[in-house]
């Protein structure tokens, strides 16, 4: 089974902090992504990865960045965190080819005050 | 650019009832269709995904079914039951990325 974990459930940081989100999957898979899910707006890509120390802008970049310095992980970096970034955040993995599905982590609430 | 819709944004059934969740999509250039599952403040769960050469593919009470050319696709759950509550969300794969697009989704009550 494919396992997707997100260091986070919940996470509350002032305006201004920078925020960490963490992802770890343990398939060996060269993909990965982070989505934001707004009431209304559904899911938008972020950032995505398709092998370690490569990354491509999704669609709302701005605010964000990302890190990938192992194939397991794949962190979020919010620099200077607004109250517009209080969302959800869901990382997900997908294999090398495009047959294959994505598999979501539990995904991190995360309020910024 | 691509668009995917997903109509009824919420549906409440009796449980025992058929049901149909429809999904369009307006660039037919698809290479597959998926189907997931997201239950409340949880992350999503992949039900079914048809590639863009497949009509329709069946795992259990679901059934998918996938019209490319006029960009249409349909979930089909048989005998719903309480515990198949959860919001359903489409989403295509297209181009050269990896980069789904992902509908806003149908929010399913199944009444006991």
């Known amino acids: 089974d494919v396992k997707v974990t997100q260091s986070s459930r919940y996470l509350v940081k002032r305006t201004g902090e920078k925020v960490f989100l963490e992802c770890v999957q343990d398939?060996?898979?060269?993909?990965m992504f982070w989505y934001r899910q707004d009431p209304g707006l559904g899911l938008r890509l972020i950032y995505f990865s398709y092998d370690v120390k490569m990354k491509e802008k999704g669609d709302i970049p701005e605010g964000y960045s990302v890190s990938r310095e192992k194939k397991e992980r794949f962190s979020l970096i919010l620099e200077s965190a607004s109250t517009n970034q209080t969302s959800m955040y869901l990382c997900a993995s997908m294999l090398g080819g495009r047959s294959d599905t994505q598999y979501f982590g539990p995904g991190t609430r995360l309020t910024v005050l | 650019k691509q668009e995917v819709t997903q109509i009824p944004a919420a549906l409440s059934v009796p449980e025992g009832e058929n049901l149909v969740l429809n999904c369009s999509f307006t660039?037919?250039?698809?290479?597959?269709l998926q189907w997931f599952r997201q239950d409340p403040g949880k992350g999503l769960t992949s039900l079914l995904l048809i590639q863009s050469s497949q009509r329709e593919q069946t795992s259990g009470r679901l059934n998918a079914s996938l019209d490319k050319s006029s960009g249409r696709s349909t979930l089909y759950i048989a005998a719903s039951q309480p515990g198949d509550s959860a919001t359903y969300l489409c989403?295509?794969?297209?181009?050269?990325?990896?980069?789904?697009?992902f509908g806003t989704g149908t929010l399913l009550a199944v009444q006991p």
């Open positions: 989403a295509v794969l297209g181009g050269a990325t990896n980069k789904l697009i």
């Open positions: 660039d037919s250039a698809i290479y597959n």
């Open positions: 398939m060996d898979h060269e993909n």
